[in-house]
């Protein structure tokens, strides 16, 4: 069939104009506004989420946690029951379209938002336990692991609780002295297990190699640990003196060794593929994935694929922490976001039968291939302070460097403090102090 030039016109009108009355006719969605948002609470804490629908008229409703159903209404009221992360979708939805809007909330279990700091104990006394400090409150609570399991302890009052860290969510803490090894949840504090006596009644540092498996670092050399016990299983061949810090990078397990220095170790299979005899303190680990230690007057960075070391000299003689009666964890510390090593003086003194090292007073910064950052401390703590125990940690979440210290440079002190310290600026930001023979060793962060 042929059309005329004027029939065609008509028809295209008519076209346009059935078009138009479609669109008009053209239900709009729900208009939910997507804003969102993240929040974080407590458990036991509620959220109420109202989201703003431009039309609501027609619409329905659903809510998601975490890609479950749990509601229907146009508002929902959210219970922090348990630690995690939160996914929240809200969808309205209408013959037009439907449209969604989401929320994150993160639940911090009771321990959680802060960090955790170990204390020694007093000799006859207390075998010591773990302190918190909270970032809600900025204060400090103490006795975390007795309050949350009543009866239990770190063993005899001559036991001094020495080291812990977290693994897979469970915090690892081990006492020296005919004390044990004790297992809780990192979040609550419940003891989930413990080995009651460790080899030769004195265990030092612990790490976690998998979800199976880990290592404990004891008086005469480096055991394997079952962590579904735990249980103690059997010592590492070729470490046969005391051990202690030890790291996890890639392929291979760092040990500081009291008689061997640096021992890396397949975390395959545990064998030995290199010693470096100069390492006294360590490890940490910056950005670039270098694995960082020291020994006497020497910084080492050691390449965790090639495993090749670098030394750099330094103008002071590092911590060795097998020189004060017995171990702890060294001072040297890093960030994980940043590429600078922060390390603590050591000082001498004399001791019985000879040099005694003791507390030192200044941290440097070094920044990677600028020999120049050793000239001058890039932190001195007060006067009348002294480092005690493992003397510094970087805290990633606030990005501060946290200083330990006594009021006695011998460690007899009761006036215990905790020094925060911008790592950018080296400014001393806040000070915590409290009294006691407590005996402040080593902050653990979450």
């Known amino acids: 069939m042929r059309f005329s030039g004027s029939t065609f016109f008509v028809v295209s009108i008519l ?4 078009s138009c009355k479609k669109n008009d006719d053209a239900i709009p969605g729900p208009g939910v506004d997507k804003t969102g948002g993240a929040d974080s609470i407590h458990i036991g804490a509620t959220l109420s989420y109202h989201p703003r629908i431009n039309n609501p008229v027609g619409a329905t409703f659903s809510w998601k946690i975490n890609g479950n159903a749990v509601g229907n209404d146009s508002v929902y009221t959210f219970t ?6 939160y996914h929240i979708v809200f969808t309205a939805s209408n013959a037009g379209a439907s449209d969604s809007v989401i ?4 639940v911090w279990g009771k321990y959680e938002n ?7 104990g007093q000799y006859g006394t207390t075998s010591g336990d773990l302190f918190y400090y909270s970032y809600d409150s900025n204060k400090i609570v103490k006795d975390v692991f007795k309050t949350e399991n009543p009866g239990k302890d770190f063993g005899p009052t001559s036991a001094t609780l020495q080291f812990a860290t977290i693994h897979k969510g469970k915090v690892y803490m081990s006492v020296k002295v005919g004390g044990p090894l004790v297992v809780a949840d990192a979040y609550t504090m419940k003891e989930t297990g413990r080995v009651d006596h460790l080899p030769q009644e004195e265990g030092h540092a612990f790490t976690g190699i998998d979800d199976a498996r880990g290592l404990l670092s004891a008086v005469d050399g480096v055991y394997r ?3 579904a016990g735990p249980t103690i299983g059997t010592k590492i061949d070729g470490i046969n003196s005391s051990a202690g810090d030890m790291l996890v990078a890639g392929d291979y397990v760092f040990v500081l060794t009291q008689n061997d220095g640096i021992v890396i170790l397949k975390t395959s299979d545990y064998s030995i593929v290199k010693k470096y005899p100069k390492g006294t303190i360590g490890f940490a680990r910056t950005k ?6 020291a020994g006497d007057s020497a910084l080492l960075r050691i390449d965790p694929v090639s495993l090749a070391v670098t030394e750099t000299p330094v103008p002071f003689k590092v911590t060795n922490p097998w020189a004060l009666w017995s171990w702890h964890s060294g001072g040297i510390t890093t960030s994980r976001s940043g590429n600078e090593v922060f390390i603590a003086e050591r000082k001498d003194g004399p001791g019985i039968g000879g040099t005694l090292e003791y507390s030192g007073t200044k941290i440097y910064k070094y920044t990677a291939g600028n020999e120049a950052s050793f000239a001058a401390p890039f932190i001195t703590i007060p006067n009348g302070q002294y480092f005690y125990g493992s003397a510094v940690r970087f805290n990633e979440r606030t990005k501060e460097l946290v200083v330990l210290t006594l009021t006695d440079e011998w460690g007899s002190s009761n006036d215990n403090r905790w020094l925060f310290y911008d790592a950018t600026t080296g400014s001393l930001k806040q000070t915590v102090r409290y009294a006691g023979y407590y005996f402040p060793t080593l902050p653990v962060f979450y």
Not at 15 to 18: E, I, K
Not at 80 to 85: C, E, F, H, T, W
Not at 103 to 106: G, I, M, R
């Open 15 to 18: 076209a346009l104009a059935m």
């Open 80 to 85: 922090a029951s348990a630690r995690g992360d």
């Open 103 to 106: 929320y994150q909330v993160k």
């Open 114 to 120: 802060g960090f955790l700091v170990v204390q020694e």
């Open 225 to 227: 640990v079952n962590l």
């Open 288 to 293: 670039d994935g270098a694995v960082w230690a």
